[in-house]
């Protein structure tokens, strides 16, 4: 088992930045699988981006070159560094990970607006 807790998130301007995070209640050493979704209101919930235990990336179209995945396992932390927001970025991410059972957390708002 691995409660998962998401920070970071809050309210920024279009154009500006967030780093969230993950903090895991044990070792994500040995989670091959880590990801961040996120869903807006009226949508469903959607894959951002996932990354191995080996720090091998995968990222949507609407995200990629715009945010950066990545876990210290040192730290039993997951990070998403978002960059250029858009309105449109606007929902709450949620964090996850899989090994044997599937886990996610609660979620952290981001709000992009001017």
């Known amino acids: 088992q691995v409660q998962l807790v998401e920070s970071g998130g809050g309210l920024v301007q279009p154009g500006g930045s967030l780093r969230l995070s993950c903090a895991a209640s044990r070792s994500i050493f040995d989670i091959n699988t880590m990801a961040w979704y996120r869903q807006a209101p009226g949508n469903e919930r959607e894959l951002l981006a996932t990354?191995?235990?080996?720090?091998?990336?995968y990222y949507v179209d609407s995200v990629k070159g715009r945010f950066t995945i990545s876990r210290d396992n040192a730290k039993n932390t997951l990070y998403l560094q978002m960059n250029s927001l858009k309105p449109e970025d606007t929902a709450v991410y949620y964090c996850f990970a899989v090994d044997a059972l599937t886990y996610w957390g609660k979620g952290t708002l981001v709000t992009v607006s001017s």
């Open positions: 990354i191995t235990r080996g720090g091998s990336t």
